[in-house]
């Protein structure tokens, strides 16, 4: 097959078909990868499998007016500097370089072209990281944003920033990843062929399916905020945290990345939760009474009317259904209320997953249709966030996949979820093998499968960090693999398991472009310090945005066997 192909896929928009990068109006860090970008990730077997997403600092090439080491540099923490803004880096944070010295600080919220001033918070090993105290001018490409709290939420931290700027701050913060990270020669033409632009996501706002707010003891407002507002923080607290606290809630009546209806729900729960009379109190995540943990809002479409279908979920730390019992009268006279659950969770941990789920009203699952199948989704299935933008997300999956069709190819589906890849590749191969660490998500694929009349799909619960030399013996040699870890990554295991396999096609979907380009760099290069060999050939490289605003970046890579 000719280098590069494309995956096309019909309806697909491309914002761009400029060249790499042509057009960006900063300044690209020309970069080696520097000495954290290693120390984040790994070359080793123990690669780190944290939640925490990876920090990955590429090194500007120095200037001739900067040092030749710039690390002989290291501002002093609580320190001043007056910093401009070149790119964005992992996590959507500001990378910017201290003049005269080429020393990276990296600042959360600051854009790219603004010019502000710094102060240093914290000195890692190679960076160091400032807290923005005043711009001085403002970004490029500068918008104003739509929701009220974009500037303290954690969840969008870009919405004053022009759409077409963030997906090519993301498609930017992908090559540049791939280059340094997963060791892909920029100077080599073939790799330019391999990057293909980002696909942006026609629908910016009220694109979310699903969305989890948290019950806090008492508001939080940024300072400049609380000075305004008076006493008012001292009240409960329904909605997002603020950014890297666990213990901070910022009140919200309103989300623009979800849907209306949705926020109608919110709007009804936030107007009466409350009500004394009521008795709710919310989890305090420090002396841990309280009742009150999360509130989950999903929505689905009925398969058969595409009517929209709205799931509640309450996460409670114990199980008493009277206390809701109001909350759940208030919310099911709402049409678009098909299911109200109640998660109950007494771990003193933040998650949302119950030990025991209780429907109040309605049904259990809520359906949605993703490529012409019908998927169940139970409160705590995993299904994508963003319906419109998995549909291309997938079809750019198929595509890769280039089944021939006549039904005699094996397709192993690693990181399976509810089996959505797998089975909407199913009718197209021989036999889909999915495997998946949540039981329930297990539960969920094979009931889709049923669902939707598929017979030749098999759904394995287990652990892929942990396979060992049997685990191959569980289905027969796949011509396709797709693997779509989580934010870690691979497992080294996994690595060493594909490249023993040889299977003739690999598709990487990830969501997380450092952990990606490591782990294409081990399996198209292989791991010399291990005496291991790469056998896999990058044939292409597709960034998706499935998250406007955020920092979220998801990419479908090809890989062909050598
Ligand atoms: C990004 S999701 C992909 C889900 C699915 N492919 C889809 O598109 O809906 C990653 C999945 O990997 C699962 N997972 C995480 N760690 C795992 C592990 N060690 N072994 C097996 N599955 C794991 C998660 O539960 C989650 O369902």
Redesign the pocket.
């Known amino acids: 097959m000719a280098a590069a192909v494309t995956p096309t896929g019909g309806g697909l928009r491309r914002l761009h078909t400029r060249p790499w990068l042509q057009g960006l109006r900063f300044t690209t860090p020309v970069c080696s990868l520097s000495t954290l970008a290693s120390s984040c990730l790994s070359h080793s077997s123990s690669i780190p499998h944290s939640e925490e997403p990876t920090t990955i600092v590429t090194k500007p090439k120095t200037s001739e007016n900067e040092s030749k080491n710039p690390i002989s540099y290291f501002p002093k923490r609580g320190q001043t500097l007056e910093l401009v803004c070149e790119t964005l880096a992992f996590k959507g944070k500001g990378l910017c370089k201290v003049a005269d010295t080429g020393f990276i600080v990296m600042c959360d919220r600051a854009l790219p072209g603004e010019k502000f001033v710094g102060r240093v918070t914290r000195r890692k090993d190679n960076y160091a990281e400032v807290k923005k105290v005043k711009t001085i001018s403002p970004h490029w490409d500068c918008v104003v944003a739509p929701c009220e709290y974009a500037s303290y939420c954690g969840g969008c931290k870009t919405q004053n920033l022009l759409y077409e700027a963030q997906v090519r701050a993301k498609e930017q913060q992908v090559h540049e990843l791939i280059a340094h990270v997963g060791k892909f020669s920029d100077k080599d033409p073939e790799f330019r062929g391999v990057m293909k632009a980002i696909v942006p996501c026609d629908i910016q706002f009220h694109y979310r399916n699903k969305m989890e707010f948290s019950f806090g003891t008492r508001k939080w407002l940024p300072p400049e905020l609380l000075l305004q507002e008076g006493d008012e923080n001292n009240e409960y607290a329904l909605g997002l945290h603020a950014p890297g606290f666990f213990d901070k809630v910022l009140n919200i009546d309103k989300c623009l990345l979800q849907s209306d209806p949705a926020n109608r729900v919110l709007a009804a729960i936030q107007d009466c939760w409350r009500d004394p009379q009521f008795g709710l109190s919310p989890y305090n995540v420090y002396s841990h009474g309280g009742f009150l943990k999360h509130l989950m809002l999903r929505a689905g479409r009925n398969i058969e009317t595409g009517q929209l279908e709205l799931m509640v979920n309450f996460v409670t730390s114990s199980y008493k259904p009277e206390l809701l019992k109001p909350l759940v009268e208030k919310i099911s006279s709402f049409p678009d209320v098909v299911s109200i659950m109640n998660n109950v969770n007494t771990s003193v941990g933040n998650t949302s997953v119950g030990e025991e789920e209780y429907t109040l009203y309605g049904k259990s699952t809520i359906t949605e249709s993703l490529r012409g199948l019908a998927f169940q989704i139970s409160a705590n299935s995993?299904?994508?966030t963003n319906t419109h933008q998995?549909e291309i997300l997938?079809q750019l999956i198929e595509d890769c996949a280039c089944l021939k069709g006549d039904g005699s190819e094996i397709v192993l589906?690693?990181?399976?979820?509810?089996?959505?890849?797998g089975l909407t590749l199913a009718k197209r191969a021989r036999h889909v093998y999915g495997?998946?660490?949540?039981d329930q998500?297990i539960s969920d694929a094979r009931r889709n499968a049923n669902l939707n009349g598929i017979c030749n799909a098999t759904f394995v619960q287990?652990?892929?960090?942990?396979i060992d030399e049997n685990f191959g013996k569980y289905f027969p040699k796949p011509d396709i693999v797709?693997t779509?870890?989580?934010r870690?990554g691979m497992?080294m295991k996994l690595i060493r398991f594909l490249l023993n396999l040889k299977a003739a096609r690999i598709i990487y979907?990830s969501?997380n472009p450092a952990t990606c380009a490591r782990d294409l760099d081990y399996l198209c290069h292989g791991v010399p310090e291990q005496n291991i060999s790469g056998c896999y050939k990058l044939r292409s490289l597709q960034p998706v945005d499935m998250f406007p605003h955020t920092p979220h970046i998801e990419c479908v890579c090809w890989l062909e066997l050598c």
Do not use: R, S
């Open positions: 995993f299904f994508q998995a997938y589906d690693l990181f399976c979820g509810t089996g959505t890849i495997f998946e660490i949540v998500a287990g652990d892929l960090n942990k797709i779509d870890p989580n870690p497992h979907v969501c």
